[in-house]
């Protein structure tokens, strides 16, 4: 599962959802993302049987690479053991809100009710199918307050999904330092 969302990262975007929030949002920045993450809730149109959807999810880490770009980091539990995927993703410059995960293809990532809560989201065409993605990560918490959960359902319709989709993933400590023994 972890894969497969990795793999949507790759697709390419681009509707900016200009909406009406209860929490102000602000378009994040490298320096500002730093740190651990979880996943409070995501959704997306995946085409995955339910029971995988709904599997659990690692927490991830956003670092600085050496060339300065802003790296996604999870751990993720595989038969062989915890293996790391990395992915850098630079600030697309001249597109606030963006960030480029190679030639074409963009993650949009707003931070929410300050810099502890933000939605990242992916909107974009691969070999004619267009697929969406968004995801409430909130920084050592995986849990949210009301407000930032309606949000995100406003989020995810905004974008054409349909709330009822929104997956609340079971917590993936199984790759967890301190789990390991
Ligand atoms: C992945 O696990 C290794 C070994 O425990 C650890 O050093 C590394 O920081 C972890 N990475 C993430 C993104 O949690
Ligand atoms: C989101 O906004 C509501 C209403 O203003 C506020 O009560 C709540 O604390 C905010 N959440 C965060 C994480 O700032
Ligand atoms: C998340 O925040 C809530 C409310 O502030 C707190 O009760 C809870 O312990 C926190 N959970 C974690 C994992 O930090
Ligand atoms: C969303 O899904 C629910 C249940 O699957 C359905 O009843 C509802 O009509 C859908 N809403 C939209 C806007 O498609």
Known sequence: MATMMLFLLTISLTVHSVGCFINHSECAKTD???????IIRWAGNLPLPEAKLRSPLPPFVLAKNKIGYLEFRMNISKPIGCV?????????????????????HYVSIKFFGGENFGIASLNGITNNVHQMMAMLMGRRNYTADTTLLLDFEDFVNQMGMNKTSIINPPYDDSCEPDKKS
């Open 84 to 104: 790391e995927f990395k992915m850098a993703m630079n600030e697309a410059k001249d597109f606030p809100c963006y960030f480029t995960l190679w030639m074409w």
């Open 32 to 38: 500002k993302l730093l740190g651990n993450w979880y």
